[in-house]
Structures are given as structure tokens and as C-alpha cells.
């Protein structure tokens, strides 16, 4: 059974940061691109951060360039985004992708930046 599951989400201040780990499992991880998205309410899903599967090359969405950054731990089948210099127009349900000829979703992580 394929599992994405997210985790790391939560409420902090604009400035801080967190981490998000995206744990995968019923599907060979290491030959998986895997991306994270995120959707603010309202919104439509937008495309965050993108990795491929050896980890040696990354993209991101120009609203995070420099403040996110995304890497993968092939051995723990886990996908990470670190998050620095958070804003409030950050806040969104952070959701982790894996990208091959199918795809597949976790259920979301809420990262929430509010003073």
C-alpha cells in the first residue's frame, strides 16, 4: 500500500521556520521524483520545491527561492523542506508528491505563520 505521510506542520511566527518530512513507503522511493506543493485557502495548489531522484538537482517556486530548501534521504525514504524566513503569505496546507509515470499524495501538513 503506497503512503505518503507528512509531518512537521504547525503555527509559528513570521521569521521562524520549520520542518517538513514527508515519510514514504509501498513504492520504490529512490526512483521517484518527489515534489512538495501547497494550497492557502481560496487558492489553487501551487508547485513549492521539486527534487529528483538522486537528489543532485532541485527547482523552486521563485516566491521561496532562497528561504526553502528541499532534500531527500533515499535510505530513510523521506523527503524533507526545511523552511526559513516564513511569511504570513506562506501559511498553507503543505502536501509531498511523488512523480514518476503515476504519482501519488500525502494527506497534507498545515503550516500555519501568524504573529
Known amino acids: 500500500q503506497v503512503q505518503l505521510v507528512e509531518s512537521g506542520g504547525g503555527l509559528v511566527q513570521p521569521g521562524g521556520s520549520l520542518r517538513l518530512s514527508c515519510a514514504a513507503s509501498?513504492?520504490?522511493?529512490?526512483?521517484?521524483?518527489m515534489r512538495w506543493y501547497r494550497q492557502a485557502p481560496g487558492k489553487e495548489r501551487e508547485l513549492v520545491a521539486h527534487i529528483i531522484t538522486t537528489g543532485s538537482s532541485t527547482n523552486y517556486a521563485e516566491s521561496v527561492k532562497g528561504r526553502f530548501t528541499i532534500s531527500r534521504d533515499n535510505a530513510k525514504n523521506t523527503v524533507y523542506l526545511q523552511m526559513n524566513s516564513l511569511k504570513v503569505e506562506d501559511t498553507a496546507v503543505y502536501y509531498c508528491?511523488?512523480?514518476?509515470?503515476?504519482?501519488?499524495w500525502g494527506q497534507g501538513t498545515q503550516v500555519t505563520v501568524s504573529s
Open positions: 508528491n511523488a512523480l514518476r509515470i503515476v504519482e501519488y
Open positions: 509501498g513504492f520504490i522511493f529512490s526512483g521517484y521524483d
